[in-house]
Nanobody
């Protein structure tokens, strides 16, 4: 059974940074690509970025403008999302998902709020 647990969300000021983590279990993590997605209030779930099973290939939604970085530590079964230069419109619930271009299956999400 795939289990994904996100953490690291919270509040940040515009221009600030947050680092999200997602710990995985129930599947062979080092053989699976992973993704991050988010749900912004009033909008559909949006895929943000993905990383290959070995970490050598990453893909990003172009609208992120290089502000977010996905990485992984296969020894810890964990995928990360470093978010820099945060904007109020980044506010939402952030999910990790199994698969490099996937939004499902995903975890329960972690809330990110960006405001002054």
């Amino acid at each position: 059974q795939v289990q994904l647990v996100e953490s690291g969300g919270g509040w940040a000021q515009p221009g600030g940074s947050l680092r999200l983590s997602c710990t995985a279990s129930g599947f062979t993590f080092n053989r699976s690509g992973m993704s991050w997605a988010r749900q912004v209030p009033g909008k559909e779930l949006e895929w943000l970025c993905g990383i290959s099973f070995g970490g050598g290939v990453t893909q990003y939604e172009p609208s992120l403008e290089g502000r977010f970085t996905i990485s992984r530590d296969n020894a810890k079964n964990t995928v990360y999302l470093q978010m820099d230069s945060l904007k109020p419109e980044d506010t939402g619930v952030y999910y990790c998902a199994k698969g490099i271009g996937a939004t499902e299956p995903r975890g329960q999400g972690t809330q990110v709020t960006v405001s002054p």
